[in-house]
């Protein structure tokens, strides 16, 4: 691996090793001796939130990783970008015209930010209802990553046996794959949007001339919503100066490789025209995202309603869910200034 001037180093207390420059971080996304932490054999009922885990690509590796991922990638063939981007903005400008009259306010994060692309993508993925369909994707998605606790797993795996009840008489491996799509791109997705249309409340008027697309492909690398990934040392391998060994926790911090000095010019700087190396935020090497473009254009569908129908508020604050993984605005206000009729 690569000897970088970012030094990975290994907390004493969390016993965790932390890679934070870009090429570090590149090198063991795409080494497969280090491996995602599993959540153990698949035990629990079928339409639990615990037996989903269990059953998903992303918790697991080496070839059931790869089998498991395949059927993913082919759920994504029928799902167009540009048609999921038009199908977002077309859900979210209806939603604000439901939500109020001209200079009402309108939470963004409650509303639009989850419900509308989970609801394109399980449209896209043959549901009949779906808003039903996005509500119990929210109820699974903040268990999906961690699991659920005993206060949240009542709900979660309500949830989960609603949606594959909802899929009917479709193969199981195929149903987990698709409860997986939605599942993985709830949160991020949400993260994605709050966060861009965060930037454009406080960038007034410079943020007129940008695109969507520019604007997001700078968020994700400035301020990302996935904030790290987690691997698990499979054998020993130098890392750097260090050697981890077999069983060790290694942190690979997205934030930090995405304003590595090294990589990007100005790293600290918000640059929607920025050119040059792709953020780490989609991840590297063995496991990218496969829903990357998919996500993208879900997004930008939202932010594209949104920018044309509201009115922001420069200066709101903004805080965040507690998440050491993700980056998610709690909320973001903005004011109904169009309908349908001012196109």
């Known amino acids: 691996m690569p000897n970088t001037s970012a030094e990975p180093f290994r907390s004493a207390a969390a016993g965790e090793w932390l890679a934070s420059s870009y090429a570090d971080v590149q090198a063991i996304l795409a080494d497969d001796r280090f491996e995602v932490p599993g959540v153990g054999a698949a035990e629990a009922a079928v339409g639990t939130i615990s037996w989903l885990r269990s059953s998903a690509s992303r918790f697991v590796n080496g070839p059931e990783h790869a089998r498991r991922r395949a059927l993913l990638v082919d759920q994504l063939h029928g799902l167009e970008p540009e048609q999921l981007r038009s199908a977002a903005d077309q859900r979210t400008q209806a939603v604000l015209a439901a939500a109020g009259r001209r200079g009402d306010r309108v939470d963004v994060m409650d509303r639009i930010a989850r419900r509308v692309p989970m609801a394109v993508l399980a449209a896209g993925l043959g ?61 991020g997705t949400a993260g994605l949007i709050g966060t861009a249309l965060h930037v454009v409340q406080d960038a007034a008027q410079a943020a007129a001339g940008w695109t969507t697309d520019d604007l997001l492909s700078e968020v994700l690398r400035h301020s990302p919503p996935v904030r790290l990934s987690r691997r698990v040392g499979r054998a020993q391998a130098d890392f750097g100066d ?19 000095p090294a990589v990007f010019g100005r790293p600290a700087e918000f640059d929607p025209a920025r050119r040059g190396q792709p953020s780490m935020t989609f991840g590297y090497g063995i496991r990218p995202c496969p829903g990357q473009a998919q996500a993208l254009m879900l997004a930008a569908g939202v932010i594209d309603a949104v920018r044309l129908r509201c009115e922001f508020l420069a200066g709101e604050p903004v805080s965040y869910e507690a998440s050491a993984a993700l980056r998610i605005p709690r909320r973001l206000d903005v004011i109904l200034a169009r309908s349908a009729a001012d196109s």
């Open 242 to 260: 260090c050697r981890v060994g077999a069983g060790d926790v290694v942190l690979c911090s997205v934030d930090a490789a995405n304003r590595d």
């Open 127 to 187: 549901l009949a209802d779906p808003d039903r369909a996005a509500e119990a994707v929210v109820a699974i998605a903040g268990c999906y990553l961690t699991g659920a606790d005993r206060q949240a797993q009542p709900a979660a795996d309500a949830a989960t046996a609603e949606l594959v009840g909802m899929f009917g008489a479709v193969a199981m491996d195929v149903v987990v794959a698709r409860i997986t799509l939605l599942a993985q791109g709830c949160d």
